[in-house]
């Protein structure tokens, strides 16, 4: 059975300080890793996605994977109360197989 | 940009209805999905399909079923709803290969009295 794993949270940040947002997945030979953002009562939305080994930055928001540890995490530089939300780590197999999704971690951003 | 619709925002009905959700995408994504979110027990993967006529079982099938007769257009069937039935249900689309990026429409929030 092919696992994702996050700490359910809640996370509780001030504004302006990093989140860090961390996930590990059990699959060795998975190949795509994503980072989701869901609103309270609203559908995923994908933000971040990340192939290969390292960081990878897009504004506020940087992705870093290592695969030999099997760890994806995501920072958020300058957190905003606008960022709290359910942030779910999903991971994909080569092929054309379904993500396998975490359970999300709540982030909580503080005025 | 990518575009998931799914026909209802909101959606109520009584026990041992038929009911219909339906999902459209623009981007000519051959995969689509459908999930249900509850709480606590995340997304669950209730069936997919990878081509016009085909479909798979994901994780939670039973008391579903789909039709996708066209390849923008991906449904899901509740033959007899139930009360168990009451959840969140999203569809999504991907481009599958490699980079098999997903995205999700905005959801249906399903109520069965």
């Known amino acids: 059975q092919k696992e994702v794993e996050q700490n359910s949270g809640p996370l509780s940040v001030p504004e302006g300080a990093i989140a860090s947002l961390n996930c590990t997945y059990s699959d060795r030979v998975s190949q795509s890793f994503f980072w989701y953002r869901q609103y309270s009562g609203k559908s995923p939305e994908l933000i971040m996605s990340?192939?290969?080994?390292g960081d990878k930055e897009d504004g506020r928001f940087t992705a870093q994977l290592n695969k030999a540890s099997q760890y994806v995490s995501l920072l958020i530089r300058d957190s905003q109360p606008s960022d709290s939300a359910t942030y779910l780590c999903a991971v994909n197999d080569p092929g054309n197989t379904p993500l396998v999704f975490g359970k999300g971690t709540r982030l909580s951003v503080i005025a | 940009d990518v575009k998931v619709t799914q026909s209802s925002r909101y959606l109520v009905k009584r026990t041992g209805e038929k009911v219909f959700l339906e999902c459209v995408q623009d981007?000519?994504?051959?995969?689509m999905f459908w999930y249900r979110q509850d709480p606590g027990l995340g997304l669950r993967l209730i069936y997919f399909?990878?081509?016009?006529?085909?479909?798979e079982k994901g994780d939670i099938p039973e008391g579903y079923s789909v039709s996708r007769e066209k390849k923008e257009r991906f449904s899901l069937i509740l033959e007899s709803a139930s009360t168990n039935q009451t959840s969140m249900y999203l569809c999504?689309?991907?481009?599958?290969?490699?980079?098999?990026?997903?995205?999700f429409g905005p959801g249906t929030r399903l109520t069965v009295l």
């Open positions: 981007m000519d994504h051959e995969n």
């Open positions: 999504a689309s991907s481009t599958g290969g490699s980079y098999n990026e997903q995205f």
């Open positions: 399909s990878y081509d016009v006529k085909m479909k």
């Open positions: 990340i192939y290969s080994n």
